[in-house]
């Protein structure tokens, strides 16, 4: 469920008018819904209640600060993957001990940011992280709360592109390998063991491979529990998948309790990291057409817009599916095929292929929906295209929580060369 809807035949956000944003603000614009934002939340956080939990939004799927300090009002706490993602973090408030930091590379001066910071617990990926971690907290006169992120070798049955957990996947230790790690980290005097955890994927549309996640994460705490090794936190990672066509996700309610079934008797705080699924259909990519063509000799018809494959990656990436819909509301009218493009110069530059689309004029606004989520946080300025606008919008009225980059900003730190 979310909060863009037709009223009157003008698509609205909450109750405001798309075309009047567009009017304001000019296109393209990433557009959120903050009701739908905290219901989201609201709605993952209730299939929880009265379990021990922390709820940390994936902060690389939305990373606006406003949308950040949103959740983390909610109590919502952060998975960081970067340094600059924990910047984010705490400049929009959200508190140090519901930081949860993952990722493969993270580097020294990552490592020593986030300690200073206080961070809840490193999720740990490999065994020379474990002793550069060690290293900087000993340099730091600290000790560093720390999972190990475990490849439990499931198949998410997901885009092989955001497959996370199967043995050939760069990411975790494999459970084979993880008890000697656990024991190494023992040792170590600036090492305190807390937790262990998973992330199998995203995009997943089925509770099953969570739920064999699970298992072998369970098994493997009672193999450490048998070396006196006793665990805090159990993180789950992220990876519920969302609607976009016609995808049937199962409902955070329904994967909370196959989780709390699997989690009984378990003494443990659970730890969660979702992404997508809390910001995906709370926001729209809003583009306005600048051309129709026809190109002789094929009977294919292209809309060009002016977003682009640099504002919204997931349809040249991952072939990803977004519906797209006009902002003004058409009469069931006759549709055709129509690629909707860019204007980049990629023939995979595209936002929808051989789409049913209602016949548009040059001028008129489209919304790209279910961009809420690796919408923005995943654009470039490629063929120097200024980053777009983020809006977000609150019953009726709206606020720009990320300017429209200018010229200025494509070579700012650029000089040129006195070399040569
Ligand atoms: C990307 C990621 C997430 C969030 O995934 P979603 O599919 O957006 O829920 C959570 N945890 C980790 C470690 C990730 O890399």
Redesign the pocket.
Known sequence: MNHFTYQNGELCCEDVRIKDIAAQVGTPFYLYSSATLRRHFTAFESGFAGMAHQTCF?V??CSNIAILNLFAKLGGGA?I?SGGELFRALKAGVEPQRIIY??VGKSRRELAEALQAGILMF?VESPQELDRLNEVAAELKTRARIAF?INPDVDPKTHAY?S?GLAKNK?GIPVTEALQEYLRAKTMAHIEIVGV?C?I????TQIEPFIEALRKVKAFIAKLNQEGIQIKYVDM?????IPYDDEQPPHPIDYAAAVRAELAGMDCTLIL??????V?NAGILVTEVQYTKRNSGSEKRFIVVDAAMNDLARPSLYGAFHEILPVRETAAAEKQQADVVGPICESGDFLAKDRLMPEVQAGELLAVMSSG??GFSMSSTYNSRPRVAEVLVSGSSFEVIRQRECYDDLVRGEAVSGLC
């Open positions: 994936a690389k799927a998975d993957v993952s990722g999720n992120r955001i996370t990411f955890s992330h994927g995203s995009q997943l990672g992220g990876g519920i998948g990291e979702p992404g997508r699924v809390l995906g989520a690796y």
